[in-house]
């Protein structure tokens, strides 16, 4: 069966098909998106704990490096079945929505977006690396301004400006890539840029910092992270999830594939990558410690989480083997961690403004006495970003504070401490204003819908699984930098 792991595009491709040819059907549309999501995770899942990967495939029988090359190695398949579990959560929590999840072409939209997700992580070429990311993009600028509200409008023209010129960037690095080397293939990309790394190692490191400027644009690094707070909290709740979950991830998913794996790992990109990283996460947190939306404080520590992440990242393109090793496991076990529980905290933001109407903590009091069976949800997710042990986000904290112990990068530990302590404060502000408190007398504006619970445990239960757990991803991440 691995070698049909292509049928994971088909997958999407198909729902969007029969979403478009359902159009305005919305029960037909459900359905087939809870059975072709359902599906994606079934086969996703099948190929990874079958250990069907590393397989290839190059389309029209091309010879390599000219057909379009797809790979599923490990690193695919887990950020595949992650993204699996966001596909048929957000089909989920969305079901009964009457904001944009009811809109004729969302459901499409949706699958297209799951589409250029999977064609990004399965290719094994850099210029179609940028086709899926553009798939992916474009999809995505469509659902961020799929309204008639004019801030909603505003918000998503920044976060498609900035897109389009990181867009751009990327295009003309990958020119500049390809007049050198004279290949996008990943494997033999490697192999001439080690190469020409001997030779001209200045022109190299250029080459990556074009590339890298295109990434940290699209997962929101410093200091071009303002489209993130503009744009996901104009959103719907369920949207923002999946967007907060999966965007930013899959820049920081191309940094690890393309620096980590193909370009020679250079110690000046690594100490600027790193610079970036750190401070990335502590202004990102600062930027949570004073808003006082809900949204808008998980927005900025969507931020500081791709600080954390970044720091992990750069490490695996540090130019000891064993510490970039650990550190590309430490990444993705880190990645997968966040995309889940950022994901859930955003559809749980989405409950509370059902219950009570706003997102404002100045609005919002009792939640705790009320609706406890809530404050239970959303304490695990919480809990997991804050890195209280023995949840995911402790394991993934850790790995890092010992690969920058290992290094003598003392400095990045206390950044990382400081990172850490101002999440605890945002996030006990959270549940001090929202869900502490007396008990407000009206009643929820209206019912929510089961659906939406059941999306919120699945993913609950997902971190759960990992926190008590966390050998299995950790030692399937760590294979990855084998």
Not at 291 to 304: A, D, P, V
Not at 356 to 381: N, T, V, W
């Amino acid at each position: 069966m691995g070698e049909y792991f292509f049928l994971l595009i088909f997958i999407p491709l198909f729902a969007s098909a029969l979403s478009l040819y359902f159009r305005g059907n919305k029960a037909v549309e459900n359905g087939i998106t809870l059975i072709f999501s359902f599906s994606y995770i079934l086969f996703a899942g099948y190929l990874l704990l079958t250990s069907q990967y590393n397989h290839e495939l190059v389309a029209g029988d091309w010879p390599s490096g000219i057909g379009i090359k797809l790979k599923s190695d490990l690193m695919a398949l887990l950020m595949i079945t992650v993204v699996g579990f966001m596909y048929f959560a957000g089909a989920l929590y969305g079901l009964s929505k009457k904001t944009i999840e009811n809109h004729r072409n969302y459901l499409f939209l949706y699958h297209s977006l799951f589409l250029g997700l999977t064609g990004a992580f399965l290719t094994n070429d850099l210029f179609n690396l940028f086709v899926w990311f553009e798939i992916t993009l474009m999809s995505s600028y469509v659902l961020v301004v799929l309204g008639e509200e004019k801030e909603r409008l505003i918000g998503g023209l920044k976060y498609i400006i900035l897109n389009f010129c990181s867009g751009l960037i990327f295009l003309l690095s990958i020119g500049l890539i390809y007049q050198a080397t004279k290949t996008l293939d990943f494997s033999t990309l490697s192999e001439r840029l080690n190469y020409l790394y001997q030779e001209n190692p200045a022109y190299v490191r250029a080459l990556a910092f074009s590339l890298f400027s295109a990434f940290a644009i699209k997962s929101a690094f410093f200091p071009l992270f303002f489209w993130l707070p503009e744009s996901y909290p104009r959103l719907s709740p369920g949207l923002s999830g999946v967007l907060a979950g999966l965007l930013t991830k899959l820049g920081l998913y191309a940094m690890l594939r393309v620096f980590g794996q193909v370009f020679p790992h250079d110690m000046t990109f690594f100490t600027v990558v790193l610079i970036l990283s750190a401070l990335t996460l502590l202004i990102g947190v600062w930027g949570a410690v004073i808003q006082g939306h809900i949204r808008k404080i998980l927005s900025y520590h969507i931020i500081s989480q791709v600080g954390f992440i970044g720091v992990a990242v750069s490490f695996s393109f540090y130019p000891d083997k064993k510490i970039s090793m650990l550190a590309q496991g430490a990444a993705l076990f880190y990645i997968i961690h966040h995309i889940i529980v950022k994901t859930n905290l955003f559809f749980i933001s989405g409950l509370i403004q059902i219950k009570k109407g706003s997102e404002e903590l100045k609005d919002l009091s009792g939640l705790f006495r009320r609706y406890p069976f809530l404050a239970l949800l959303f304490l695990i997710p919480a809990g997991s970003l804050i890195g209280i042990p023995p949840l995911s986000g402790f394991w993934a904290k850790l790995s890092l504070f010992k690969i920058s112990i290992e290094t003598r990068y003392l400095w990045v530990c206390l950044f990382m401490i400081l990172g850490s302590f101002f999440t605890l404060f945002s996030m006990v502000k959270i549940w001090s204003n929202s869900f502490w408190g007396e008990v407000e007398d009206h009643s929820p504006l209206e019912s929510v819908h089961i659906s939406s619970y059941l999306a919120i445990i699945l993913l609950c239960l997902l971190t759960i699984c990992i926190s008590l757990n966390p050998n299995w991803l950790y030692i399937l991440s760590n294979k990855v930098g084998l």
